[in-house]
């Protein structure tokens, strides 16, 4: 097993030796190191942009799909990463849902505009899909589970079938949901700014939210027998918990009762 994975390995680290590069992300206002360059990003997400109009095709509603271009091309003008292209499009899918891809390429659910009840919810929602985007989310992801990979490959030649990388694995599991919770409370508070400088309501995200949170009650928050999904078990966080980030956002604090409403 060793042996075999030696080579793996090896070409790993020297690939990620000679690509590192280090950028300030203007969204996050941090310092980070990538291996992904923008034009890299940008090709990975037309191809992901082409899987998914084959799987879920576009709405034939040409009004619908000018509402949601205007809308977002009016928030890409005010956010952090001006030198993407940024698409969006509505596609056939009855879930209250919503998607971005890397390199700008945002999905719409039909489902879910037809549930929206204002441009500002609307708006809302594609805020807080251009912010994964502008904060660099999807590509952070991907590094990190590349990474993960080759810790796990490093802990399976060192255990050497001794069971020892399965908790690895495990471990590196949770840390991942962990970081990807905390990206959707980062896309909260962008996408609440992103709309404030666009002109439009961002209280309509906490409007929406509560709304969501009717929706996916029960289909995403509980498991058989009232039993409340644990938090280190969900990739996105708990609706309270995303409530409470865009007033603090907005406001500064949040109110009494929301810190309250939070499971944790």
Known sequence: MMSRLRPVLL????????????????????????????DKEVAIGRKLAREVVKELPLVADEGMQERVRTIGQRLVA??????????????????????SLPGGYVFVNEGLVKE?????????????????????????????GLA???????????????????GIGMALQSAQLAYARQDELEADR???????????????????LRRLQDIEHDKLHYMPRGIVRPNYAMSH???????????????????????????N
């Open 78 to 99: 005010v956010c952090d990463r001006q030198e993407l292209v940024y698409e969006f499009a509505v596609v056939k899918h009855d879930d209250v849902n919503a998607f």
């Open 11 to 38: 070409v790993a680290v020297l690939v990620l030796a000679g690509c590192i590069r280090s950028n300030y992300n203007l969204a996050t206002h941090r310092q980070e190191h990538t291996i992904t360059s923008d």
């Open 116 to 144: 929206i009840e204002t441009d500002d919810e609307l708006a809302g929602v594609l805020a807080h899909e251009i912010a994964h985007v502008a904060a660099r989310h999807s590509v952070k992801r991907f590094e990190t």
């Open 190 to 208: 962008l996408g609440a700014r992103y709309m404030k400088q666009a002109g439009f309501d961002p209280t309509a995200m906490l409007t929406f």
């Open 237 to 263: 966080p708990y609706v309270p918990d995303r409530i409470r980030a865009i007033k603090e956002e907005l406001f500064g604090v949040a109110d009494y009762v929301d810190y309250l409403n939070s499971p």
């Open 148 to 166: 993960a990979q080759l810790a796990q490959l490093a802990a399976m030649a060192a255990s050497r079938g001794s069971g020892g990388a399965g």
